[in-house]
């Protein structure tokens, strides 16, 4: 058994605001290993990108409190000194955000963010780098790569701002790549795209991806393992096939119950998972889960609301719920 | 950018015109007579009206007006009162100069304070905002707060007397405030606007601090700023050439603003330190009924406040290309 390439473990971070503190992230292992894709998936709120932002050390050290630990290649992450960050950062494991308008500054040139990473990681000249922006302008299938390199991202499209993004992410060949909702805020048609580009580069390059959304559909087509998550915690992880084939937390079916199918009759009303996520600063007691949960006295009058479930088994398909196996099968058949 | 520029000039020209008439007949409703300050002290009626004949304060007001603008292109004889050569902006009979002469002779007092004044509280503000923002909620953030606030509420004549007379008189730090051109004694200038400049800029470095501080605090939040750090960009360069680039929108904005009324003349510095500069020059105007005098620096003032705006409107094409004109 290697070592993953990136593990992530117990893994808390805690916010200290003005009306308490906020657990944001509470336990939270997984591992991704190189050329494959985890999806995490879950609501807003329920700690997806706080953690991997923790990943990449992105937390404002004034309020963010991280405990656990992250290795990336037999590196430990968490502690790391800000040098150490700063050189891991966009070069090793990179990042992509869910708004490309916003993330890109609007003040430089395409060319020149995508190429002051390059120049930043591996000391290229001006021209080296701009040369290797084209490149990556033009992997990314941007048409015309030579003069839109010189453009400012407003003037690009939407989809093309998200391929100039996923360019400055890549331009150090990462061997991680995390992808924050990459597609949450682009148009039907240039989603399939930017996963399609997603996948073929990953095919080239090997990159662990790890791509966080709330959309399934996105998980089906582009993930090899999925990690669900609920106010801060994995409530349920395994293949994707697993997940989606044979869910096992009941936040999960809810998850998937909610999906509008095109196979459904039009008027066939949109079942949403019940209730609101709970407030992070005030976890429920016991299963986080339990107040929107349909089966909370299942498992026996009390247990659901005092003990907190933890994942099992350990390894391969696990989920944090006391429902036995049989009656998980049965009530979801 | 060149029809951009066209149009702006013209659209200010236009403005100065529109003042310069307003401040014309304005002034004419005054109950001061230019002809007797030109006649001098001891007037009899005949040499009254025979200024008011040279003067041209016989014609219409139209007439007048416009002989005024023509003075601009062609300069003014006063018949025997004195002579204006172009550009002649009216001829002062209490100055016994063309008022062109005089705002050239005042001009370079009231710049050389305003630029370095402004250097100061540009530089030392912008400076305070920053790490203000990137210290927030620290105490480095709280003392340049409340340092800004007590900036801000003190007043020229307040802290300039004060250091006027511990400074200067009583223990000698700092030269005497007074004018010497740069081109005779770069040091002079330097030594002798040393004190007025700390003093105006104590004043003015509180906005800049607080409008830097909010603005960087804002821009440091910013998905891009983040996205910079994603890229494993070094902390100075994500707060410098990422954070700040955005700052500087508002920063300009309130130099430009700041900057063109300075030119106009600090009035209450000027007047503390005894600097003959263009605030000076139109307080006096005022007390003395110089129409011609005080006309001419309003129009400076204002031409100040119109350049000024457009160079600011210049920089934000430069500083954000979301703006550049195509």
């Given at each position: 058994m290697s070592t993953p390439f990136l593990s992530v473990r117990d893994l808390i971070v805690d916010f200290h605001t003005e009306d308490g503190v906020v657990?944001?992230?509470?336990?939270l292992s997984f591992d991704v290993d190189k050329g494959t894709t985890l999806g995490i998936v879950g609501e807003?709120?329920?700690?997806k990108s706080v953690t991997n932002l923790a990943v990449l050390g992105l937390h404002d050290p004034e309020t963010a409190r991280i405990s656990g630990g992250i290795t990336l290649d037999g590196e430990?992450?968490?502690?790391?000194s800000r040098s150490t960050m700063e050189r891991i950062r966009g070069n090793k494991a990179a990042m992509i955000f869910q708004d490309p308008l916003t993330s890109?500054?609007?003040?430089?040139t395409v060319g020149r963010q995508i190429g002051e990473v390059f120049r930043r990681h591996t000391g290229a000249s001006r021209a080296a780098a701009r040369d290797r922006a084209i490149e990556m302008l033009t992997r990314v299938g941007i048409p015309q790569p030579k003069t839109r390199v010189?453009?400012?991202?407003?003037?690009?499209?939407g989809g093309m701002r998200q391929r100039a993004m996923i360019a400055m992410a890549l331009v150090c060949d990462p061997d991680l790549l995390i992808a924050d909702?990459?597609?949450?805020?682009?148009d039907v048609t240039v989603q399939a795209q930017i996963l399609d580009l997603l996948r073929d580069l990953q095919e080239q390059t090997g990159t662990a991806i790890i791509l966080i959304t709330h959309d399934l559909g996105v998980v089906a087509a582009t993930a090899h393992d999925v990690l669900v998550m609920y106010a801060g915690r994995a409530v349920e992880r395994g293949t994707v096939r697993e997940i989606l084939?044979?869910?096992?937390h009941p936040y999960t079916w809810g998850l998937l119950a909610s999906m509008p199918r095109?196979?459904?009759?039009?008027?066939l009303p949109l079942r949403p998972v019940r209730g609101t996520p709970p407030s992070l600063l005030n976890v429920p007691p016991g299963c986080p889960f339990h107040p929107r949960c349909?089966?909370?006295?299942?498992?026996?009058?009390?247990l659901c609301r005092t003990v907190r479930p933890e994942l099992?088994?350990?390894?391969?398909?696990?989920?944090?719920?006391?429902?036995t196996l049989a009656q998980k099968r049965e009530i979801h058949r | 950018m060149l029809r951009f520029l066209t149009r702006r000039t013209l659209g200010g020209i236009l403005t100065l015109l529109i003042i310069s008439a307003v401040t014309f007949f304005l002034f004419f409703?005054?109950?001061?007579?230019p002809a007797r300050l030109a006649c001098?002290?001891?007037?009899p009626p005949e040499l009254l009206e025979q200024a008011r004949h040279n003067l041209g304060l016989d014609q219409p007001l139209f007439a007048q007006f416009t002989a005024w603008l023509t003075g601009i292109f062609a300069g003014r004889d006063y018949g025997g009162l004195g002579y204006c050569p172009a550009p002649c902006l009216g001829y002062s009979f209490v100055n016994r100069a063309p008022v062109f002469e005089t705002i050239l002779d005042r001009l370079p007092v009231t710049v050389s304070l305003t630029i370095g004044a402004a250097a100061v509280f540009l530089a030392f503000g912008v400076a305070t905002g920053i790490v203000a923002a990137l210290r927030r909620g620290r105490p480095t953030d709280k003392i340049a707060s409340v340092s800004s606030l007590v900036g801000a509420s003190l007043q020229i004549y307040f802290v300039g007397t004060l250091a006027l007379y511990f400074?200067?008189?009583?223990?000698?730090?700092l030269a005497r405030p007074r004018y010497l051109p740069f081109t005779e004694d770069p040091l002079g200038w330097a030594a002798g606007l040393t004190l007025p400049w700390m003093v105006l800029a104590i004043i003015f470095t509180a906005n800049y601090t607080r409008m830097t501080r909010s603005t960087m605090v804002e821009q440091l939040g910013e998905d891009y700023v983040r996205t910079a750090r994603a890229k494993g960009m070094p902390g100075h360069s994500v707060v410098l050439r990422f954070a700040l680039r955005g700052t500087l929108i508002t920063i300009v904005t309130i130099f430009g603003v700041d900057l063109g009324a300075l030119i106009g003349g600090a009035i209450i510095t000027e007047t503390t330190f005894g600097l003959q500069g263009l605030g000076r020059l139109s307080l006096n105007a005022v007390t003395d009924s110089d129409l011609p005098v005080l006309m001419a620096t309003v129009l400076v003032a204002a031409a100040a406040i119109i350049v000024f705006n457009i160079v600011v409107d210049l920089l934000y094409a430069f500083i954000d290309p979301r703006v550049r004109l195509n």
């Open positions: 657990h944001a992230v509470d336990g807003s709120g329920s700690g430990e992450l968490i502690g790391a890109l500054s609007p003040y430089h010189d453009d400012y991202p407003h003037q690009f499209s909702e990459p597609t949450t805020a682009l084939g044979e869910p096992r095109l196979s459904a009759p039009v008027d349909d089966y909370p006295d299942l498992a026996g009058p009390e099992s088994p350990h390894r391969g398909h696990g989920d944090a719920c006391y429902l | 409703a005054v109950p001061a007579d001098g002290k001891v007037c400074l200067v008189y009583k223990n000698q730090i």
